[in-house]
Nanobody, 118 residues
Protein backbone atom coordinates (compact mmCIF):
# COMPACT_ATOMS: atom_id res chain seq x y z
CA UNK A 1 0.00 0.00 0.00
CA UNK A 2 1.24 3.47 -0.88
CA UNK A 3 0.03 6.60 0.86
CA UNK A 4 0.60 9.94 -0.81
CA UNK A 5 0.23 13.32 0.87
CA UNK A 6 0.43 16.54 -1.12
CA UNK A 7 1.26 19.96 0.29
CA UNK A 8 2.30 23.40 -0.88
CA UNK A 9 -0.87 24.63 -2.53
CA UNK A 10 -2.28 28.07 -1.93
CA UNK A 11 -3.31 31.39 -3.40
CA UNK A 12 -0.87 33.18 -5.69
CA UNK A 13 -1.07 36.04 -8.14
CA UNK A 14 -0.66 35.45 -11.85
CA UNK A 15 3.02 35.32 -12.74
CA UNK A 16 3.93 33.94 -9.34
CA UNK A 17 5.38 30.60 -8.30
CA UNK A 18 4.48 27.70 -6.06
CA UNK A 19 6.22 24.46 -5.21
CA UNK A 20 4.07 21.44 -4.56
CA UNK A 21 5.40 18.49 -2.60
CA UNK A 22 4.18 14.92 -2.36
CA UNK A 23 5.36 12.63 0.40
CA UNK A 24 5.09 8.89 -0.17
CA UNK A 25 4.97 6.34 2.61
CA UNK A 26 6.42 3.29 0.95
CA UNK A 27 9.84 1.68 1.15
CA UNK A 28 9.96 0.93 -2.58
CA UNK A 29 9.31 4.50 -3.70
CA UNK A 30 12.10 4.37 -6.27
CA UNK A 31 10.24 1.64 -8.19
CA UNK A 32 7.23 3.86 -8.93
CA UNK A 33 6.54 6.21 -11.79
CA UNK A 34 5.21 9.42 -10.30
CA UNK A 35 2.84 11.86 -11.93
CA UNK A 36 1.01 15.06 -11.14
CA UNK A 37 -2.54 15.58 -12.29
CA UNK A 38 -4.97 18.43 -11.79
CA UNK A 39 -8.70 18.98 -11.84
CA UNK A 40 -10.26 22.38 -12.33
CA UNK A 41 -13.87 23.10 -11.31
CA UNK A 42 -16.28 21.61 -13.80
CA UNK A 43 -13.53 19.91 -15.76
CA UNK A 44 -12.10 16.43 -15.99
CA UNK A 45 -8.88 15.53 -14.28
CA UNK A 46 -5.89 15.99 -16.57
CA UNK A 47 -2.27 14.92 -16.65
CA UNK A 48 0.28 17.61 -15.82
CA UNK A 49 3.72 16.03 -15.50
CA UNK A 50 5.42 12.67 -15.01
CA UNK A 51 8.80 11.39 -13.92
CA UNK A 52 10.31 7.95 -14.33
CA UNK A 53 11.64 5.88 -11.45
CA UNK A 54 15.24 7.11 -11.58
CA UNK A 55 14.26 10.70 -12.31
CA UNK A 56 16.21 10.64 -15.56
CA UNK A 57 13.17 11.22 -17.77
CA UNK A 58 10.37 13.72 -17.35
CA UNK A 59 7.41 14.64 -19.50
CA UNK A 60 4.77 17.35 -19.45
CA UNK A 61 1.44 18.47 -20.75
CA UNK A 62 2.05 21.01 -23.50
CA UNK A 63 0.39 23.86 -21.62
CA UNK A 64 2.89 23.68 -18.74
CA UNK A 65 6.11 22.98 -20.66
CA UNK A 66 8.75 25.56 -19.83
CA UNK A 67 6.84 26.72 -16.73
CA UNK A 68 6.55 23.61 -14.54
CA UNK A 69 9.30 21.25 -13.44
CA UNK A 70 8.76 17.84 -11.88
CA UNK A 71 11.51 16.29 -9.77
CA UNK A 72 11.91 13.58 -7.19
CA UNK A 73 14.18 12.66 -4.30
CA UNK A 74 14.15 8.90 -3.89
CA UNK A 75 16.17 9.09 -0.68
CA UNK A 76 13.39 11.15 0.91
CA UNK A 77 10.41 9.51 -0.82
CA UNK A 78 9.38 12.87 -2.23
CA UNK A 79 8.21 14.22 -5.56
CA UNK A 80 7.90 17.91 -6.33
CA UNK A 81 6.24 20.17 -8.85
CA UNK A 82 7.83 23.58 -9.24
CA UNK A 83 5.33 25.88 -10.90
CA UNK A 84 6.51 29.21 -12.30
CA UNK A 85 4.78 31.90 -14.36
CA UNK A 86 1.44 30.73 -13.05
CA UNK A 87 -1.70 31.63 -14.95
CA UNK A 88 -5.33 31.79 -13.78
CA UNK A 89 -6.03 28.72 -15.93
CA UNK A 90 -3.64 26.75 -13.72
CA UNK A 91 -6.20 27.02 -10.91
CA UNK A 92 -7.13 23.48 -9.88
CA UNK A 93 -6.77 20.80 -7.26
CA UNK A 94 -3.42 19.12 -7.88
CA UNK A 95 -2.93 15.43 -7.18
CA UNK A 96 0.13 13.26 -7.13
CA UNK A 97 -0.13 9.66 -8.19
CA UNK A 98 2.08 6.58 -8.19
CA UNK A 99 2.16 3.53 -10.39
CA UNK A 100 4.54 0.70 -11.25
CA UNK A 101 4.46 1.86 -14.85
CA UNK A 102 3.27 5.02 -16.52
CA UNK A 103 0.19 3.27 -17.88
CA UNK A 104 -1.74 2.83 -14.64
CA UNK A 105 -1.58 4.98 -11.55
CA UNK A 106 -2.60 2.81 -8.65
CA UNK A 107 -2.28 5.27 -5.80
CA UNK A 108 -3.48 8.83 -5.40
CA UNK A 109 -3.13 11.57 -2.86
CA UNK A 110 -5.95 13.68 -1.50
CA UNK A 111 -5.01 16.75 -3.49
CA UNK A 112 -3.87 20.29 -2.75
CA UNK A 113 -5.68 23.40 -3.97
CA UNK A 114 -3.91 25.94 -6.16
CA UNK A 115 -5.65 29.23 -6.91
CA UNK A 116 -4.09 31.73 -9.27
CA UNK A 117 -5.64 35.18 -9.20
CA UNK A 118 -5.50 37.53 -12.17
Amino acid sequence: QVQLVESGGGLVQAGGSLRLSCAASVRTFSTYVMKWFRQAPGKEREFVAGIMQSGSYTYYQDSVKGRFTISRDNAKNMVYLQMNSLKPEDTAVYYCAAGPTGATMNYWGQGTQVIVSS
